[in-house]
């Protein structure tokens, strides 16, 4: 039974071609890419600052981590780059720069900090490709770096509660910060909120992968919940809170 569930896992990943995608960049290159995207952060966003970050680089080495264990190859240094650069410069205005969203901004600001350093073609582009794919508007499948990165990105919303409801409060203040409206609708930001939450969580992009690899999943489930359940849970949560100043 084990080995049935083993052979499916791996034929699910193969359809991804995960082996194909394997990025060569050295623990070296990592480290210092990783550094120099802290200096593209600030720290006034109380939610999409280098904290954030570091927590979607963890979230990549945690799911690699588990991939490598099936013996199955991922793109992990690439993946902790683009984890560190996927919201550089997020409090910056994006339209007057000329990149219809954020992603697009970012990206380019890896790809501008990249030339002149020893990263091949194919390299940047899945780091950059990855990068642009964390877009919540996204419709094509994802490739395999982008959908680990992807993952990384929105794992809070089916996290442990107490750290959800901690961020979405994070989120808030930034919103009211970002849009200097001080009266804005705890209410509507709500909606909005479950709104992201339950389209992300229901992707199917995001499916194929969570429940491709039996070892893969448990980075997805909380204290032994199913990750939907948890996300039913967190906004459950969410819901039953006071409206927030």
């Known amino acids: 039974m084990a080995t049935e569930q083993y052979s499916d896992s791996m034929n699910n990943l193969n359809r991804f071609n995960f082996p194909h995608e394997f990025v060569s960049i050295t623990a070296e290159q990592a480290e210092e890419y990783v550094d120099a995207a802290s200096q593209r952060y600030t720290s006034s966003l109380p939610y999409h600052n280098w904290d954030h970050a570091r927590d979607v680089i963890r979230g990549t080495e945690t799911i690699t981590q588990k991939l490598s264990e099936n013996g199955v190859i991922s793109a992990a240094g690439a993946l902790a780059v683009a984890a560190a650069w996927h919201d550089a410069g997020y409090q910056e205005n994006h339209i007057t720069k000329g990149f219809l969203t954020k992603e697009d901004y970012s990206s380019f ?19 950059l490709r990855a990068i642009k794919e964390t877009w919540i508007g996204h419709k094509e499948l994802r490739t395999p770096t982008p959908l680990i990165l992807h993952r990384a ?36 930001f709500i909606k909005k909120a479950d709104y992201f939450v339950r389209f992300t969580s229901a992707e199917h992009d995001y499916e194929s992968l969570s429940h491709g690899l039996d070892a893969h999943r448990t980075t997805l489930d909380v204290n032994d919940t199913p990750f939907g359940q948890a996300v039913d849970l967190n906004l459950e949560a969410l819901r039953s809170l006071e409206p927030q100043d």
């Open 109 to 127: 600001l890896l790809e501008s900090f990249l030339e002149g350093k020893p990263v091949g073609k194919y390299e940047k582009d899945v780091m």
């Open 153 to 188: 990105d929105i794992a809070n919303i089916g996290g442990p509660t107490e750290a959800f409801i901690e961020n979405t409060k994070k989120l808030w203040a930034e919103e009211k910060f970002t849009s200097g409206d001080g009266n804005a609708s705890w209410d509507q």
